[in-house]
């Protein structure tokens, strides 16, 4: 027995294991503090707030 596939995979099976593999642009919301565009569910890097309570050191 060899390790090789038996049959070629078809253009239209490889495309579309592939449709999954496309990069989203990655969401930014503005802070409620400064409205600085920042991650969700990550403290603003400009005034370092998080749920209203100071997480980082500014
Ligand atoms: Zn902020």
Sequence with gaps: MSA??????S????NN?????SLKPIKLVSC????????????CNNCGK???KTVLPI
């Design 11 to 14: 253009h239209s099976r490889k």
């Design 50 to 52: 998080y749920n209203g």
């Design 4 to 9: 090789l596939p038996k049959r070629r995979i």
């Design 32 to 43: 409620p503090n400064c409205s600085a565009k920042m991650l969700p569910h990550n403290a």
């Design 17 to 21: 294991r592939r449709s999954h593999h």
